[in-house]
């Protein structure tokens, strides 16, 4: 009884002498840390952050606060002192942050390879239909009219060093990139500090590096299924995702109902009014998380037949489409590069 009694008054100093070892090994780079980071940006949009370090267990997440603050305050429209909310209400801004210049680029492109479907110009007829921080309550045709004339990103030049408009009025609106972008700007961040597994998640899109060793599996991503409501949210599919980056759009959430109408927060620069067609849901694969962002919103623009066309000619571009067909059955569309990838 009496070794017992000593064996048990022995265990919690062994516990303790356990703990301290397996620290002095991770503070000398023995042992990888495993981090989950989490926090709100943008407003109220969740992020989150895993990684594994296998230097000193560094914790990043102060630097990633830091990082996505000073991005906010670049891009955000709901800032009223933002890099962007300056441009929106002056005629010429010479940029103040790295950040601007760089959507700017991947803005273009992207308008020019969709032929306009996305296009940051749309801000005032965002706002129009009350998806913006200015809100203005059911355009009429007349205002809808007026305020596509401002609409196109041929409408502003910017080099280096600087960024006007060409018509007065124009305002840019980079809420449909601006996720994607954030998400690149962590990985790439930590990226730099030597670290090879990378899961990054901002507001549902998402860029991985490297695999999930904590649970010695790839990391992965789930496409939700649009005919859920909020309140009992289901997978519909699930991908497994390495050094690529994914990103979805869709109308199932982000609406509201106007005389009996569903009124969608995507609004098409062509036609001045929320976009009604088949694609439910448009998820994107690609290099940069900024890019498959960009072309997640346009694809909800161009709906099935042009966006399935742009996937089939773009190289490192892939897509999950979700759509009904004209029975209203749920169908997909898939890119021949993620049936290897499907993991649902």
Request: hydrophobic share 40%; net charge neutral; with cysteine.
């Amino acid at each position: 009884m009496k070794n017992v009694f000593n064996i048990k008054r022995l265990f919690p100093l062994l516990v303790v002498l356990l703990l301290l070892i397996v620290w002095q090994y991770r503070k000398k780079g023995h042992l990888p840390a495993n981090f989950h980071i989490t926090g709100t940006t943008m407003g109220n949009i969740v992020y989150h952050v895993k990684y594994i370090d296998k230097k000193n267990g560094r914790n990043y997440k102060k630097e990633i606060d830091s990082l996505l603050i000073a991005f906010n305050q670049s891009l955000s429209t709901y800032i009223p002192d933002s890099e962007i909310s300056k441009f929106n209400n002056t005629t010429l801004l010479k940029y103040e942050s790295r950040f601007f210049l760089p959507v700017l680029h991947e803005s273009k492109k992207i308008y020019e390879v969709t032929a306009g479907a996305f296009d940051p110009t749309v801000m005032p007829l965002v706002n129009a239909w009350g998806f913006g921080p200015d809100k203005i309550e059911r355009p009429d045709s007349s205002t809808i009219d007026e305020l596509k004339r401002l609409v196109g990103f041929d409408h502003i030049f910017f080099d280096s060093v600087a960024i006007c408009k060409l018509k007065e009025g124009v305002k840019l609106d980079f809420s449909a990139i601006a996720k994607g972008y954030a998400v690149d700007l962590v990985l790439d961040f930590l990226d730099t500090r030597e670290i090879d597994n990378i899961f990054v998640e901002i507001g549902g899109e998402v860029a991985a590096k490297g695999t999930n060793t904590a649970e010695g599996k790839p990391w992965s991503v789930g496409v939700e299924d649009p005919t859920k409501s909020v309140e009992n949210r289901a997978l519909f599919t699930a991908f497994s995702i390495n050094n690529k980056a994914v990103a979805t759009s869709g109308n199932y959430r982000n609406f509201y109902v106007l005389d009996g109408k569903k009124i969608s927060h995507t609004i098409s620069p062509y036609t001045g009014y929320p976009v009604v067609h088949s694609l439910l849901s448009a998820s994107v694969f690609a290099d940069k998380c900024i890019e498959a962002d960009a072309y997640a919103t346009a694809f909800m623009v161009l709906g099935l037949e042009k966006s399935v066309e742009i996937v089939e000619k773009m190289a490192g571009l892939e897509a999950f489409l979700i759509f009904s067909d004209p029975q209203g059955q749920l169908k997909t569309y898939m890119s021949d590069n993620l049936k290897a990838e499907i993991l649902r």
